[in-house]
């Protein structure tokens, strides 16, 4: 489950493009698209009400971006399926946090603040209940390189924006075959291509959403036929997958204690991000996005019950 605001049509007024989006195999498809109003809780409540009120829903695993108001109304809607967060997001939180803290020529030039980031990228892919031991090793890493005042403010960002906050529960994704929710995005991305600018007319969107739908609907026929179509992975995130895996199975067996099992997950990753390095542009763009968004959240919070519009594919 996500939302984009690029593709959402030039009227009527609306704050994003929600997909709801199912995965057979290796294939992403869309499932549901919701032109919403609001980004709070209430307004996902109704959602999903309409959902469950029209259809026999029963997710077992759900995987969003670390969104408050979502979170809290997939509890309450969905309350025995297993929700994930999608480390793509928490990456580029923490990247971020160090660079809003002023750290940016440090994780440029520095090795080893960079591995400190690295390793903090990393926790996700610890289990639950290692999370916040991992964060104690990162604190531990961070002063013994020198890195005092980095760990003064990282160390409890993560501690209260992340552990406390989001809990380990939804931040992991030890063990998991999908640890974010890309696929989305790329869909996401393929709509902005598809309409060729954003904010297209009402009209267009439309012709646009049944055009896709279609796409899909044949996609899951040839699927259904024996035919592949699921989506090729560069090598290059294939083989990340099958280290991650690997290696995840090395410290469930305990052959690696956890800083061992850190710093190799670390080391998959050049940048300090796992596969973001390619889009690391879209984080930038994203701040004032984001800066708008905490804005008319307080708005949503006055204003009450928000509106949707359901596309169901």
Same mark, same amino acid.
């Given at each position: ?10 009227? $009527? ?27 709070? /809780?209430?307004?996902? %409540? ?24 979502l979170r809290s109304?997939?509890?309450? /809607? ?30 440029? %030039?520095?090795?080893?603040?960079? /591995? ?33 005042? $980095? ?13 406390? /906050? ?107 991000? $796992? ?33 949707c519009n359901l596309?169901?594919?």
């Open positions: 489950m996500d939302g984009t605001f690029k593709t959402v049509p030039n009227s $009527p007024p609306s704050r994003q493009l929600f997909t709801i989006m199912g995965t057979v195999e290796n294939k992403v498809y869309p499932i549901v698209m919701a032109l919403m109003e609001g980004k709070d /809780k209430t307004s996902y %409540e109704e959602l999903f009400q309409e959902l469950l009120d029209t259809y026999d829903l029963r997710p077992v695993k759900i995987m969003t971006d670390f969104e408050s108001g109304a997939l509890r309450n /809607k969905f309350p025995h399926a297993v929700l994930k967060g999608c480390w793509f997001h928490y990456a580029q939180a923490i990247i971020r946090k160090v660079r809003s803290s002023g750290f940016s020529n440090l994780l440029s %030039e520095n090795v080893g603040f960079k /591995k400190c980031t690295q390793i903090m990228i990393a926790l996700p892919l610890l289990p639950i209940e290692d999370i916040g031991a991992g964060l104690n090793y990162a604190k531990t890493y961070l002063e013994e390189n020198g890195h005092e005042e $980095p760990a003064r403010i990282l160390i409890p960002y993560i501690q209260k924006e992340w552990i406390q /906050k989001v809990t380990p529960s939804f931040m992991s994704v030890f063990g998991e075959k999908t640890r974010t929710n890309n696929g989305q995005e790329s869909y996401h991305a393929g709509l902005l291509r598809y309409f060729k600018k954003p904010h297209p007319g009402v009209w267009e969107f439309i012709d646009g959403i049944i055009h896709l739908a279609k796409v899909a609907v044949l996609d899951s026929e040839r699927q259904a036929g024996g035919h592949d179509v699921s989506f090729k992975q560069r090598n290059k995130w294939a083989a990340l997958d099958e280290k991650i895996a690997r290696e995840g199975q090395n410290y469930r067996n305990k052959k690696l204690t956890i800083d061992q099992y850190l710093h190799k997950c670390a080391n998959f990753f050049s940048s300090g991000l $796992p596969d973001v390095e390619e889009s690391i542009g879209e984080i930038e763009g994203a701040e004032e996005e984001e800066e708008e968004d905490i804005q008319e959240n307080v708005q949503d919070a006055v204003g009450g019950t928000r509106a596309a169901l594919c």
